[in-house]
């Protein structure tokens, strides 16, 4: 049996994937929701701790780069100046 995390044990993915089925769709967006809210802070935490002089103003737009692409990121971060 395959299994979809190469580091979990099949009978405990299958167990996973029920109660995910059980899981009310409001709940799982509020999953979805923390867990970008968690990725986004990690992100941010690593732009900081690689870039410990950068203004936040800078930390911003670094991170904007990382989510949209460099144009993008430029073209959002001018509008909103």
């Given at each position: 049996?395959?299994?979809?995390?190469?580091?979990?044990?099949?009978?405990?993915?299958?167990?996973?994937?029920?109660?995910?089925?059980?899981?009310?769709?409001?709940r799982k967006m509020s999953m979805v929701a923390q867990m970008n809210y968690t990725v986004r802070t990690f992100?941010?935490?690593?732009?900081?701790?690689?870039?410990?002089?950068?203004?936040?103003?800078?930390l911003r737009r670094m991170f904007a780069a990382l989510l949209l692409g460099d144009e993008l990121a430029r073209k959002v971060c001018d509008y909103h100046a």
């Open positions: 049996m395959t299994t979809l995390s190469a580091d979990t044990d099949p009978r405990i993915e299958k167990i996973q994937i029920e109660m995910f089925r059980q899981v009310s769709p409001a992100m941010m935490a690593g732009l900081k701790q690689r870039n410990p002089e950068a203004t936040p103003e800078t």
